[in-house]
């Protein structure tokens, strides 16, 4: 009697886990809902309704999606844009602080987010003409 009662409950409580991680349509989202941390992203399986952990490509870690909300991407850490600086497309650079320091913005194509960059060493940043790109000097 007591083996089955330890079955009951077992299952009772494996059934609540799978509950918590159950999933309808295409969604994904990164473990625990934290960016940037794990190499792994749950993809919602739609025959099981259940999310399933998938890998991203090698050294690439999770983030969510910032251009389809409900959905995960990967990307290389510390890349996971700066939505605080806007959207943005293609190959576009702004300096933070244009002369003072070599902090900018550098656009990232697959987020469509600014994330953060430097000019090497001492350099200071400075905006093109066009305002669409930075040089270091």
């Known amino acids: 009697m007591v083996r089955i009662a330890s079955f009951f409950l077992a299952a009772a409580s494996l059934a609540a886990m799978t509950n918590a991680q159950q ?3 295409n969604t994904s989202m990164c473990p625990g809902n934290q960016d940037g941390v794990s190499p792994t992203y749950l993809q919602c399986n739609n025959w099981s309704q259940q999310y399933e952990t998938q890998n991203c490509p090698s050294g690439q870690v999770c983030y969510a999606n910032p251009n389809k909300p409900g959905t995960a991407m990967c ?8 939505p605080g600086q806007g959207s943005c497309k ?22 469509g987010q600014y994330v953060n960059a430097n000019c ?9 003409d066009q305002g669409t790109g930075v040089y270091c000097q």
Request: some cysteine.
């Open 75 to 82: 990307g290389l850490p510390n890349t996971g844009g700066n």
């Open 120 to 128: 090497p060493g001492s350099m200071k940043c400075y905006n093109n």
């Open 23 to 25: 999933c309808t349509g």
């Open 90 to 111: 293609g190959n576009v650079a702004k300096c933070v602080a244009p002369g003072q320091t070599g902090a900018y913005y550098q656009c990232e194509n697959w987020s």
